[in-house]
């Protein structure tokens, strides 16, 4: 229905996360009424991305800059014994954020839906068990999700990661702030009691 | 608009937890449609409700049958030196069905929403500290929803009863079953940081 | 878990509409902590309505009062051309809000999921077909909901009433006040188009 | 907290229509996954997005091509006696898609949400006015959204387009597919008998 470019494009932010047709043509309608620079700005950020953003060598979050390691791995004032896993690049952020984690991290790259070869080719076990080798690594905290998928994966690396002879810890388990103990799961408030201090 | 009758009784509806005048227009025309046995089933229930049904004179629980006690007070297999404290009778219920905390119970009847006299007199602060002053209660959870009225009113208890002498716990907060750390709010990541195991 | 008494209130108020056990043990909870006089008034008024409340002999609608017929088909004032079919007594209402309306109506009783005998007998078709040969009446506004269950039920009347040879109408389709053509559907949409004024 | 190249790109996302800095991370993250050829399609359709399409002399809608008319404009089956003015690219589109109006069509670009000069000119009232003294237009379909800023648009657009002498209508209101009279506000309601059939 539209020209075949703004069909193109239309298509191809119809793959970005949470983004279907009805989003993407908004997207391509505001591309269309952007001024030129503006175009010329997003166009050079997109390209110099994949250029300039590396990927870091030993927790695999994506930072700019010289040599193989992010700014975190390189700090010497984060904590090397304590090494937290989680799922995904935004979730290291949301962790960040709150500013009380002082150790390194591990990004999976994703979570296990099943425990068949294939799926679990799609996360980074391999790389996470050399990883894990490090003598300094005292404590292997799991904070992936708390989802039918997150808790499967958390499984399947506690059991991966038993054999390391580290220390391996999960996120607590609780009500959240907010939340009325009358619509709390039964494992929640379970959690709940048994963390109470 | 409705006949008198059906205006008095959508009146009276509307005053239900959550309901409004539209679903209380709806109960009425459901109990017009509905049977006369019916009618005189609900109608006997809610009357014998009042006569029949006592308040628990230890724990504040509705109950039916002999004694000044409800069935959970007086059941020698509880164990007596737990005592958590609860914002209302669902919030006991939901407890008793995870079926995993074994201790007894004291329905506070409310919350404060601020620290006057007057909102301060709606809750059973005065039974609680006299329940309280009972050598054989150790432990005191203080288990009133994590929403803000719910954590201002643990704070009030936890400074009243600290004089008890009692050791006083809180649920455990952390991250819920299905939750995804992108979405948790920084207290709440926070505390399952802290309460990792 | 709860006394029998309460339990058995429970399973009334999980039968009203809208109503889960949840809020169905909130409203049991609710009823306990009023006043005397007001489960009194509450158990007055529930059963003097079904013994007070008639239904209207022409249309359905429940009354108070003398004679066989509802203030509305009464009233001098209303135009006896028209009759309004509405699938509930809340509808009538809702029409009647808008204080445009001056015709009579006819509540039907619920609308048809299929064209099955049983289903059919569910709602007013025979008192439908005998009120319809008034020959006051000119004009049929079918006016049940735009859902499935509604159409199904407009085209079954429409056909069943084709003998009466009265004039018969729908309520027009089209945009609602506050929407948007984008999320508008295609029927809508169309319909938008043709009545467009 | 990311690189800086991360954090600019996530800047300009952000001002896309819909997303919000979450939502924007995701994009970049997106992106440094993406292989590098896909990337490439990407920067090269926004590039040429600019470069290629234009705007439409005559309703506005964006079309790739030769001269200086759309597709729509130019093709000799549509009914140039009609036109109807829409708020942005999206809704002409979900016209067309209904397959149902055959007329030309006018993109005003926004709304007014006041009649204050500065409003005035974000939309294209002066090149509707000079459009609309074409003779062969004989109807003018005013399609703005029944939302508080279409309606206010749609009643400066009707003053303003008086002296033209050209019919003037707008699209039916009316009860959407799907909708239940009880939940529908007074207006629409109102609405839908008027334009009963």
Chains 1, 2, 3, 4 share one sequence.
């Not at 970005?16 to 989003?23: L, S």
């Not at 391999?126 to 005292?138: A, G, I, T």
Request: aromatic share 6%.
């Amino acid at each position: 229905m539209h020209s075949p470019l703004i069909e193109k494009l239309i298509k191809i932010f119809s793959k970005f996360p949470t983004v279907g047709p009805r989003t993407a043509s908004r997207f391509v309608f505001y591309l269309l009424r952007l001024p030129k620079e503006e175009i010329e700005s997003l166009v050079s950020a997109i390209s110099s991305l994949k250029n300039n953003v590396k990927v870091c060598n030993s927790c695999f979050n994506p930072f700019e800059g010289e040599g193989e390691l992010c700014e975190i791995c390189q700090n010497p004032g984060r904590d090397k014994s304590l090494v937290c896993i989680v799922e995904k690049e935004t979730d290291l952020n949301s962790i960040e954020k709150i500013n009380k984690y002082k150790g390194l991290y591990f990004i999976l790259g994703g979570t296990l839906s099943s425990l068949k070869k294939d799926d679990i080719k799609k996360i980074k076990t391999e790389e996470l068990l050399k990883r894990m080798k490090d003598p300094q690594v005292k404590e292997i905290i799991i904070a992936t999700n708390s989802t039918t998928e997150g808790e499967a994966t958390s499984l399947y690396l506690e059991r991966a990661l038993k054999s390391s002879g580290k220390k391996i810890t999960r996120l607590g388990r609780g009500l959240p702030k907010g939340s009325e103990l009358e619509y709390a799961d039964d494992e929640t408030l379970s959690s709940a009691f048994e963390s109470r201090k």
